[in-house]
């Protein structure tokens, strides 16, 4: 028996398009824990929770991590130094950053893992957050409006039944904001040693490497894979020609697909939710404007209109084979405006598609019309059939059974990629 505190720690919602990342805020406060002895009990999280989310900067991140102190001065000094580093880091004057931090003490229960699943799921108010902030006895830190206390109590409550890892490089400060400084060589060869248990590395085409972002972050480059182990492995294979300033490895949801619903029939999805359905095509894909792809499908409670928007690139042109009465399972999400956003699908079962074409003559040749409701005529012998009716041709179909998903650039990053898949 200990008297030990356990004390789990959220924080989310600290940066902008302009710069920070919250990794890297609680990168610079695992550090200073440090330098006072204090140790985290587990790799630090990031928890991606609801895609639609309409304040997110980018993918709806939110971090936490945990520690076992053993009094209540230990307890203050890291309330004291989270605190302090939020308030130093945060990018206030993004209209969209409001900060919130969350201290509870305890182990997480039931009820707090039912809200963080219902944090990917569906959309909360601050006050919703604020209020089962009440109920579970945490501690809340608002900062603006302190949207953050939304994604930070979400992140210290997560059950975790698949995960997958993270590992951050972080660029010199002086660096931040300029071109990165990779050797992209060593990144195909890291790929190459490490895949499939490392991923998303490399562009589906091969024909970049997708582990930098493009943003004014402290981020030099992220390798995701299965395993801790695996991604600190693939990080020191990673050639830079700028200075690393550090790395840290999170213990994430990411690509493990836990933002989607299994087994909602079409007629109860909601807007802003993520599902996986059982389908038929009931309306063939065609362009829009902006080079966006329609469909749609239906399962025996309603119809959906299904998109792969202009950014899945190539995944459209999968797509656009699909044919009605094609079987598929489908996985994306439903938006604000109804329409089903394609993560990626599973064809079941291909539907025979046939053309009406002029009958064969006995000589071999194919049979021309002789005219306006008098049958056929054959060009090369002469015989001719008085029906006019033609016959069906069974039409070559250029797509078979299996998984298609979207490339790499487009990928969410709660979506599991096919080489995670197990089915
Ligand atoms: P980055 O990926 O760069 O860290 P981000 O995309 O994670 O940025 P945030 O700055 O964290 O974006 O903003 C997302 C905001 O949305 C946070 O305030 C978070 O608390 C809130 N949020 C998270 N999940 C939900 C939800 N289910 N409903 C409503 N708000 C949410």
Redesign the pocket.
Known sequence: MTDNILLHVGI?????NEGM???YLTHIIIKQLKKHDIILLDYPRLIR??PF??????????LSFKVELENRDEVELVEKIVLENVEKYSMFDGV???P?VIFYEGEITQEMKDYAI???Y????ISY?EEFAKKIGARVHKFKKG??????I?SISIDLPDETFECLAYRKSENIGTKRQLDQESIYLMNEKTYPETFDNIDIEGNYTAIEPHTP?PVLYGIRGNTAEIVEKAHKMVKSFEEIEDYCIFRTNQHTDMHIQENIPIHDMQENSCYKVKCEVTEEPHDIEGGHVFFKVSDNTGTLECAAFEPTKTFRNTVRKLRMGDEIILYGGLNENHTFNIEKFQLTSVAPQYRLINPLCSCGKRMKSAGKNKGYKCPKCGNKIRSSEKVKELINRDIVEGFYEVPTEARRHLSKPIVRMKE
């Open positions: 989310d919602d600290t940066d902008s990342c919250t990794t929770l609801n989310a309409r304040y997110k900067t980018r993918g709806n991140g939110a969209n950053t409001n919130g219902g944090a990917i569906s959309i909360y108010s957050a949207r953050g206390i939304i994604g930070s979400a972050c």
